[in-house]
């Protein structure tokens, strides 16, 4: 089955279940439980059909199992009844993994309505465990068409921004990798992705070798809901034991002393009224989010490690004494490589919000001399509400420069891309705005009058 069916499927059961269950959330999660619980009873069936035994519904769960929740003898009243009671109870299921009773924790069907379930199930029923990774796209394909829609749009990143800032950093299968918010995992998934087409294809990876690749992944997210959510995106594309922590990173010191090879995020922007609660190991003091997550990345790489994070330009340019601050140690302390600027319609049409991609390693040997800046114009889609894809974008470009900064030295400050030394940066108080370094080029123009011509010169 490719991944155009696997995508007509999740059209098909969102359609499904869109009367009973307008949230997009809501969607997303019953859909998540369903391809679940579907692909445990897929994993007993090929159990069995090599003369073992059904391990996850088997015992009290047994009556549970989707063959019986499928059975056509079974009345439709009868079936919801079955379905949310499995539900419900799945999460004190012994015979399962803790990742699916994780998974299942507070899990609930959410409607009533037998003709809904029915067909909703007859969709899922479609879809077989051994699928492999086109399945786990379809379910980004899923997230992906729920983050345009409502408050879910939030914890998402446009795929191709995300597939940008991968490329920058260019993860490797040794790394140890980290979202600090990880939303729906889109981040851990792209970078996933990238150190496939790297090596396993040419290299052959045995199961061992992988399993070690996933075991460098993870993920942390505040919200439960997410937590979830990533934890079956990594479970569609492989990953058998995601480690995807429901941690707030901002306020609870657990975890504080790991550090990691590549960090790369897309942090939240909005700071809660009242401001959030930051434990005391932060290198500057402030209460908004999006400062304490620059902050905690800058502060969590290992040596030689590498960060990639999307920032609003109130960062860039912010004047408090913590602005400054964060500023300041990613200049001084780190080696800042590359700030690129985006523009404002790149997260439409849920915020408009300008924002600003900022490289930097912990490097061992090596400070700030010079950052690299780039103006980026057009991502490839429209900046309106509507987001059509357009033919042209600057990304190719950006990659391609960003790997041969050599050849970028020399370019004059009115162009696109261009090179700013650290001692003007910190001249101009470690202000990173591209427009603070911008030389315009002005034309000249000549105009006439009754009784005279005029120059601008």
Known sequence: MDYTHFKQIIDNSRDILMGKLP?????????????????????????????????????????????????????????????????????????????????????????????????????????????????????????STMGSQDKLGQFRTPRHIIDMMVELIDPDKTDKILDPACGTAGFLISAYSWIKKKHIEKERLNSEDIEKIHRNFYGFDIEPNMTRIARVNLFLHGFKSPHIIEHDTLSSEDYWDDRYDVIIANPPFTTPKGGVTPHKKFGITSNRTELLFVDYIASHLKPNGRAAVIVPDGVLFGSSSAHKALRKEIVENKKLQAVISMPSGVFKPYAGVSTAILVFTNSNNKRTDKVWFYDMKIDGYSLDDKRSKLKTSDIPDILARFKNLDGEKDRKRNEQSFFVDKDEIVKNGYDLTINKYKEVEYEKVEYTTKDKNYSSD
């Open 23 to 143: 949230s997009p959330i809501a969607q997303v999660d019953a859909i998540s439980y369903a391809l679940i619980y579907k692909f445990m009873s897929d994993i007993d069936d090929d159990s069995a059909a090599l003369g073992g035994k059904r391990t996850y519904f088997s015992g009290e769960y047994e009556k549970y199992s989707w063959h019986n929740l499928m059975s056509p003898t079974i009345t439709g009243a009868d079936r919801v009844i079955l379905y949310r009671n499995a539900l419900e109870n799945m999460s004190r299921n012994p015979n399962i993994p803790p990742l699916f009773r994780e998974i299942f924790n507070g899990a609930t069907l959410g409607f009533t309505d037998s003709n809904t379930l029915n067909l909703f199930l007859r969709e899922i029923d479609k879809i077989k465990q051994s699928s492999g990774d086109s399945i786990g796209d379809a379910y980004e394909y899923l997230l």
